[in-house]
């Protein structure tokens, strides 16, 4: 695998990195005024440490921390404003475990370099924003199809094994998108042969079959891959309009005598090329440690690179999207983990794959996606390291968000 070799062209283009409860592009310092009567307005700051420009950063606010902020407040009655303009920001109340109550408020911002913004947040409806994530299960195929505003995924179930496309396979599918819209009911609805032929929106170019795909795991076992069987169950927990999060179990499998479950949460926010995994995998008890790969099949002309310059170390392959049916372009495909769990880099005939390793029932973090020439948002691989290099020093200097004021009630 090449190492890359950096230009000096910058490339506007922004990442998040936001999930569950607590934020991974985001440090909340502690509100000191929450203390105070709840008022008609909460200000926050935000703000970008980063020497670059930083678009479609998701930012969260605990619920808990806005009710108690803000007099009259709820779900359907909260709104997110810029201070400087005045206007309205794209904002969704997430429940983040499917329980019925609010765990966060999330809204969308762009930074300059070293930029600070200010929002209030008042008890007023929202808009109704445009989804810009969404997830769905088809049920003819038994496929998991989540997208953002970038790009598309897909991963099999079961149901797969039923179908003339019979396939073992957790590997995972990319769909790649020349418009910022999501796709994913619209192709569904075209059929499986319509959705493999770009008619302008982009197509289902990438052949995953019985690999890792784009980002899928499997165990290290003896020098090998030992990948898992079809998911068995899946759940919806959040679907849009800024983030979608769901969940999918795989079956037992084995690696000599080891036996092991999976469970995956997905989490993908608006205007990210990259999604969030947390991987949970169980063993019996009395296993110490379970060693896993996480990688990316090998394409026709691919080459791979790796990253370790940050904490988050990154590997990723870059080549031509398959000429079938109108395939075009160069596609990349990355994965990301924390730099001091990677074991190590291999290549073998058909992949390349960081290994490393996971704690049973301890979730384990990766961030994995794609990107695609055609796309606009990148012109060579070297916008592509760029947006890759930038994903990582988010994750390690996320956007701090502090409490400026509230507005005494009268």
């Known amino acids: 695998m090449m190492r890359p070799v950096y230009s000096t062209r910058v490339r506007r283009r922004g990442v998040l990195g936001v999930v569950a409860l607590t934020a991974v592009g985001v440090v909340l310092s502690p509100l000191h005024a929450q203390t105070a009567p709840a008022a008609r307005e909460f200000i926050v700051q935000a703000e970008n440490s ?22 009259g407040v709820s779900p359907a009655a909260v709104r997110v404003r810029d201070v400087g303009s005045g206007r309205e920001v794209a904002s969704q109340v997430l429940d983040a475990n499917a329980d019925g ?93 319509a959705y493999h032929v770009d008619d302008g929106e982009g197509a289902d170019f990438y052949d995953v079959g019985e690999t890792l795909g784009a980002g899928g795991t499997a165990l290290w076992f003896a020098d090998s891959l030992v990948r898992a069987d079809n998911f068995t ?47 949970v995998f169980r063993a019996p008890a009395g296993t110490r440690e379970i060693p896993y790969v996480i990688g990316e099949v090998k394409r026709p002309g691919m080459v791979g690179t790796t990253s370790r310059t940050y904490n988050w170390a990154w590997l990723t392959g870059w080549g031509p999207a398959a000429p079938k049916k109108g395939g ?16 190590d880099w291999k290549e073998t005939g058909n992949h390349y794959f960081a290994v490393t390793r996971a704690t049973p029932g301890v979730p384990v973090v990766h961030y994995t996606g794609a990107g695609w020439t055609m796309s606009g948002d990148f012109r ?28 005494s009630v009268p």
């Open 50 to 71: 980063l020497a670059f420009t930083r678009t479609d950063e998701v930012l969260s606010l605990p619920w808990t921390r806005v009710v108690a902020q803000v007099r």
């Open 101 to 193: 109550t609010p765990d966060s408020l999330l809204f969308v911002a762009d930074f300059r370099a070293k930029e600070a913004r200010r929002f209030v947040v008042e008890a007023v409806a929202s808009a109704k924003w445009p989804a810009r994530t969404a997830v769905r299960h088809d049920d003819p195929r038994d496929d998991m199809a989540w997208e953002s505003d970038r790009l598309a995924w897909r991963i099999y179930g079961q149901g797969l094994k039923k179908t003339s496309s019979a396939m073992s396979s957790s590997g995972v599918d990319i769909w790649v998108k020349k418009t910022k819209g999501l796709v994913v009911e619209k192709w569904y609805a075209k059929g499986h042969d």
């Open 233 to 279: 169950t899946w759940r919806v927990v959040a679907s849009g309009p800024l983030r979608t999060i769901f969940e999918v179990e795989y079956p037992e499998w084995k690696a000599g005598t080891l036996a092991v479950t999976q469970t995956k949460r997905i989490i993908i926010d608006a205007g990210s090329n990259l999604y969030r995994e947390e991987s």
């Open 328 to 343: 075009d372009g160069e596609i990349g495909t990355a994965v990301l983990l924390p730099r001091d769990r990677v074991t």
């Open 380 to 407: 060579d691989v070297r916008d592509w390291w760029r947006y890759l290099d930038e994903y990582a020093q988010r994750l390690a200097a996320p956007i701090a968000i502090s409490a400026v004021n509230t507005a």
